[in-house]
């Protein structure tokens, strides 16, 4: 069993998606391990998509992360990362094939509407951004 982060973005949560998408993660075979909503700050987004800083759209990218609220997910499959990366589609939502989640729920290429770990190590890091060690145990 493998563990993946994902968050359901903030446009996502604003157009009353949540229970869409998770409907979807669940009849896919994730189990939510942990979930709950948050509200990033500038300096948290900024903080959680380090790795982007340096790329034209990181300004743009924190504040809308920043913009609302958004939920986080501790998700657990088999091969959790890839297929959850598999059922997202691409970055951008114009070019997501039909039936993923982010051809069906996304807006473009910033808000497109959920985010998954994209590797081992990322997981790694990601999920002790929003969980700690009290809020899941293993299934
Ligand atoms: P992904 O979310 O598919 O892992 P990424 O890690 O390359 O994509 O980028 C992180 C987020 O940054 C992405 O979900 C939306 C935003 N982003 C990526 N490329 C962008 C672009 N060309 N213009 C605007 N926002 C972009
Ligand atoms: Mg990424």
Redesign the pocket.
């Known amino acids: 069993m493998e563990r993946t982060l994902a968050i359901i973005k903030p446009d996502a949560v604003q157009r009353g998606l949540v229970g869409k998408i998770l409907a979807r993660l669940e009849a896919a075979g994730f189990v939510i391990l942990a979930m709950k909503m948050v509200y990033l700050s500038k300096e948290d987004a900024q903080r959680f ?1 380090h790795v ?1 800083r340096e ?1 034209p ?1 990181f300004d ?2 924190t504040s809308y992360m920043a913009s609302g609220p958004a939920v986080a997910l501790l998700l657990q499959r088999e091969g959790a990362i890839a297929s959850l990366r598999e059922l ?1 589609g ?2 951008n939502p114009a070019q997501a094939a039909a039936g993923t989640l982010r051809h069906e729920f996304g807006l473009d ?2 808000k ?1 509407a959920i ?2 770990s ?1 590797s081992p190590e990322t997981a790694a890091w990601e999920i002790p951004f929003f969980f700690s060690g009290l809020e899941f145990r293993e299934r």
């Open positions: 998509y982007h790329r759209f743009s990218l997202m691409a970055t290429v910033e497109n985010h998954g994209d």
